[in-house]
């Protein structure tokens, strides 16, 4: 797969041939790189589709500064790694709720709330900085500490601190409604407020 730079000034211009040419060419090998990383090819699907969307509707905004096969397997292997993250912490929200019901049947309409939570979350992830997503994807999935963080991408560790408070307290205050019904009866909320 090789995509000239010729094509994607075209698709800046809003020539919709060369914006299918450029789909019909990249979409199998990119979904199969997605695929390496969310190991469901649905999901890879879904990523790779979501990608060219974007492209679409953002094409006379974008800028490729290096090559425009490194540029759409850089966004999907960030795509990727975004759906991941999303995915984990999903997870979490779902043990947390699952806890809080303290094995309770849940009602249709907490089902229905959660749902809606999960969707909320996905897009708040999605819309950080990518620095932001990146730091973040780095501590939480791959586990890797502040001094590591800091050293892989030449910044100090008080960044790193910095970009991951912004992020929590960001998820925390958009989400305070299921915080505060996960501590209802407690002053734990305060207290993570306060930190």
């Not at 809003?14 to 979904?31: H, M, N, Q, V, W």
């Not at 190991?39 to 290096?66: G, P």
């Not at 849940?106 to 999605?126: A, D, R, V």
Request: glycine fraction near 2%; charge should be neutral.
């Amino acid at each position: 797969m090789f995509v000239n730079l010729l094509i994607f000034k075209k698709i800046k211009e809003g020539d919709i041939k060369a914006f299918e040419t450029l789909f019909r060419s990249c979409y199998e090998p990119l979904c199969r790189y997605a695929f390496r990383f969310v190991e469901n090819m649905e999901t890879a699907e879904e990523i790779v589709q979501d990608l060219f969307y974007v492209i679409w509707k953002e094409r006379q905004n974008l800028q490729i500064l290096t090559s425009v096969n490194g540029y759409l397997y850089r966004a999907v292997k960030n795509k990727s790694l975004q759906y991941l993250e999303q995915a984990r912490v999903r997870d979490d929200y779902r043990k947390m709720y699952v806890e809080n019901a303290n094995m309770e049947t849940i009602t249709p309409q907490e089902e229905l709330e959660y749902k809606e939570l999960e969707q909320q979350i996905q897009e708040t992830l999605h819309h950080l900085p990518d620095r932001r997503q990146r730091i973040f994807h780095m501590n939480r999935m791959e586990g890797k500490k502040y001094s590591e963080i800091a050293a892989e991408l030449q910044i100090s560790v008080k960044t790193v601190e910095a970009e991951i408070t912004k992020t929590l307290r960001e998820l925390r205050n958009k989400y305070h409604s299921i915080y505060h019904y996960k501590n209802k009866n407690s002053n734990i909320h305060a207290h993570e407020t306060a930190q």
